[in-house]
Nanobody, 115 residues
Framework: QVQLVESGGGLVQPGGSLRLSCAAS????????MGWYRQAPGKERELVAG???????NYADSVKGRFTISRDNAKKTVYLQMNSLKPEDTAVYYC?????????WGQGTQVTVSS
């Protein structure tokens, strides 16, 4: 059974930082492309950042220079370091594992940026 479990969300002030984690089980983690998506109220889910099995990364323009995605294959975990957070980063953040067009999703973790 595949499970992706996100953690690390919460309430943070503008300009603050958070680190999200996504722990995977039930898959050969190292061969999967991992991604972080987010969905704000009334908006579609969007890609925030992705990292391939080889370590190549890509980011949404809105988070470039502020967010960093990384992975630890030994721990079967992908991370999203979020710095200089803005109110518009407020959303539910989801972890995704993808391989050969098969997708698995986590349950999401809420990130709220507010003073």
């Amino acid at each position: 059974q595949v499970q992706l479990v996100e953690s690390g969300g919460g309430l943070v002030q503008p300009g603050g930082s958070l680190r999200l984690s996504c722990a995977a089980s039930g898959i050969i983690f190292s061969i999967y492309t991992m991604g972080w998506y987010r969905q704000a109220p009334g908006k579609e889910r969007e890609l925030v950042a992705g990292i391939t099995s080889g370590g190549s990364t890509n980011y949404a323009d809105s988070v470039k220079g502020r967010f960093t995605i990384s992975r630890d294959n030994a721990k079967k975990t992908v991370y999203l370091q979020m710095n200089s957070l803005k109110p518009e980063d407020t959303a539910v953040y989801y972890c995704q594992a993808e391989k050969n067009n098969y997708y698995y999703w986590g349950q999401g973790t809420q990130v709220t940026v507010s003073s």
